[in-house]
């Protein structure tokens, strides 16, 4: 069955109604050979059914007292009911012309006294939906910022005027969706010139209705997209950098940026599309401004930047006190010290504390290194080893150790 132009015009005027939800697709606009549907929150699909339509759209959030569907031929009104809320699918009575009678119905909403707008299109008595379209293929013209889409029409649609309904989501869920009518196989969008997924579902209609829509996964190719989530975690004269990017970015590699210019920095994969890098030989206790950027053989992404501030290390600490050990125990020495005047921003961990003492039979310096966690400030060292000893204390927080402390005077262990 093949429409008339005129049938055809109306077709497209009231397929213009069909619409999604907002554009995710950001700057997306369409090509000469796409026309944009306008935003509406009520959709209506139909398919022709011998001499009934079958109808069926999204049910708002909030739903209307019911819906009213008119049916008219040559402009005069042939019938009008009322359908309840909430019926996924209802049938409407075409009436008993011959096949191949156009009859225009339109729908809307009822809410009170202030009806929605009438959605409109024209179908055939008789007439069949066309089947689903073949082969999705997508093409990238990332000169030209255009993503092509292409695709073979229906089998046994050889002749027939059809127009296609084509929408383009990011998500999978279906959520954020672009729709165009094109009235050709074929649709040329203009991108926001960063590479990304989409999910393209088209659906080829008819003076029967809807078809049998197809759903496929593209890939519109170019620079990467921009990180999603950037966090500098402060180090003394450096960060540990860690940063997000999308699903189906398309980086081949990442660049890290201090205040705009690139630094060495080796990536290294964290968990769920997240990177880490380290970035050292930065002032500590200074502002700066991070970035991090994807590459690809197409060129480099936008830059996603935040201001961070390196942590100062801890003050030195004075000479620790010092005096022999609790009687009865263990060789050991109690040592006690005053916490650094300043911290540097870092959070407080523990200190370090560093015991010298008498030489071994070789002639080697006793060396022991034991720990204390911050916030305690006194320590009972074992030694091991009699004879006379003095320690050094050094603070640590994340960004380092603070200078190692004067040594204490000597003192033996008991």
Same mark, same amino acid.
């Given at each position: ?11 497209? @005027? ?28 009520? *959709? ?13 759209? *999204? ?95 229906? @089998? ?74 950037? *966090? ?63 590459? *690809? ?21 004075? @000479? ?95």
């Amino acid at each position: 069955m093949t429409t008339t132009r005129g049938v055809r015009r109306l077709l497209a @005027a009231a397929l213009s109604a069909l619409v999604s939800a907002s554009l995710l697709l950001g700057g997306m606009t369409p090509a000469s050979s796409a026309t944009p549907t306008e935003p509406t929150p009520f *959709n209506v699909r139909w398919f022709v059914e011998d001499r009934s339509v079958i109808l069926t759209w *999204n049910e708002p959030t909030v739903a209307p007292d019911g819906y009213e569907v008119v049916t008219e031929v040559d402009g005069e009104e042939q019938s009008r009911e009322r359908l309840a809320p909430g019926s996924l699918w209802n049938r409407v009575f075409l009436g008993w012309g011959p096949a191949g009678t156009p009859v225009r119905v339109s729908v809307r909403e009822l809410r009170g006294v202030h009806p929605g707008t009438w959605e409109s299109f024209v179908a055939l008595i008789g007439a069949t939906a066309p089947g689903p379209v073949d082969g999705i293929q997508a093409e990238s013209l990332p000169h030209d910022d255009v993503l092509r889409l292409q695709w073979a029409p229906p @089998a046994g649609a050889a002749g027939e005027e059809l127009d296609y309904h084509v929408s383009l989501t990011k998500e999978s869920n279906g959520s954020g969706t672009v729709d165009y009518l094109v009235d050709g196989p074929r649709l040329e969008v203009i991108t926001e010139g960063v590479g990304v997924e989409l999910y393209a579902e088209v659906t080829s209609i008819s003076s029967g209705g809807y078809g049998h829509t197809v759903r496929q996964r593209v890939v519109y190719e170019d620079v990467p997209g921009q990180a999603t989530e950037i *966090n500098p975690r402060p180090r003394a004269g450096g960060f540990n950098l860690k940063w997000q990017y999308g699903r189906g970015n398309q980086a081949t590699s990442w660049e890290v940026l201090v205040d705009g210019v690139v630094v060495p920095a080796e990536t290294r994969p964290g968990a769920s599309r997240f990177l880490l890098a380290d970035v050292t030989g930065l002032e500590t206790g200074t502002d700066y401004v991070v970035g991090v950027r994807g590459v *690809n053989e197409h060129g480099v992404g936008d830059v996603l930047t935040t201001t961070a501030r390196t942590y100062d290390l801890p003050d030195q600490l004075a @000479a620790p006190r010092v005096k022999r050990g609790p009687r009865g125990g263990d060789l050991s020495v109690r040592v006690s010290w005053t916490p650094p005047a300043d911290w540097g921003g870092g959070e407080e961990c523990c200190y370090r504390i560093t015991g010298h003492g008498p030489a071994d039979r070789a002639g080697v310096p006793a060396l022991v290194v034991r720990w204390s966690d911050a916030p305690a400030t006194r320590f009972d060292f074992p030694v091991g080893r009699p004879g006379k000893w003095r320690f050094q204390v050094e603070a640590k927080t994340g960004a380092g150790f603070s200078p190692i402390s004067e040594p204490s005077r000597w003192v033996r262990a008991r």
